[in-house]
């Protein structure tokens, strides 16, 4: 399958700083990424969809200024955590898409952030 | 999306056929069945995908009744790398989101 990959794998920081995840599709151009959050013994949970050249979408409860959602290319996303507090250490993950009917979607390995 | 119901937890032995049920009775005619899995601080795995028609790859066979309410995931010779939970997802396009229920936690036995 299709490779995603995601940057950092773990971040450490503190209180109040801000963090920016990378996430990139390697072999496909992506139409469309999803950033997940997923807590200890949790499910997935979707934060945002972006779509490559306009705003990304924000489910319900996410604070769409404190995760900053960039989607420049066909290839690249990036999730930034603006002034990071310890309720958000969590595992955020990426998944990219071709787009069409009964595609694939493929994920990326993860980041875990740790708030200190 | 169509909601899933998948059981919480199951066993199998290694070596053995892992058969992971998933109901689906909400399903609409366009929609497919998605199979991911998630190995314990990894992101999800693809595993297979259907509409109608029973599918097969090198990782699983993904097996769909005729009235679509309902399909199983069967890992033919499981193996310890296999333990993980399994995702049962219905999905329109590939490029919607995913709606993650709690999944199968599948244990592989020694």
């Known amino acids: 399958g299709a490779v995603v990959s995601q940057h950092p794998s773990r971040v450490i920081c503190k209180s109040g700083t801000s963090v920016k995840i990378e996430c990139r599709s390697l072999?496909?151009?992506?139409?469309?990424m999803f950033w997940y959050r997923q807590f200890p013994k949790k499910s997935l949970m979707l934060m945002a969809t972006s779509n490559e050249g306009s705003k990304a979408t924000y489910e319900q409860g996410v604070e769409k200024d404190k995760f900053l959602i960039n989607h420049a290319s066909l290839t690249l996303s990036t999730l930034t955590v603006t002034s990071a507090h310890p309720e958000d250490s969590s595992f955020y993950i990426c998944s990219a898409a071709e787009g069409g009917r009964g595609n694939e979607q493929f994920f990326g390995p993860g980041t875990r952030l740790t708030v200190l | 999306d169509a909601k899933t119901t998948q059981p919480p937890s199951m066993d199998c032995a290694e070596g053995r056929a892992a058969n992971l049920p998933c109901n689906h009775s909400t399903i609409s005619g366009n929609e497919y069945v998605y199979w991911y899995r998630q190995i314990h601080s990894q992101g999800p795995q693809y595993i297979i995908h259907?509409?109608?028609n029973n599918e097969t790859n090198e990782m699983a066979s993904l097996i769909i009744t005729e009235d679509r309410k309902s399909s199983t995931l069967i890992l033919p010779h499981a193996t310890l790398r296999d333990t993980a939970v399994y995702y049962c997802i219905i999905s329109n396009f590939g490029n919607e989101k995913l709606t993650f229920g709690t999944g199968t936690r599948l244990t592989i036995i020694p």
């Open positions: 259907g509409l109608k």
């Open positions: 072999d496909f151009q992506a139409t469309t």
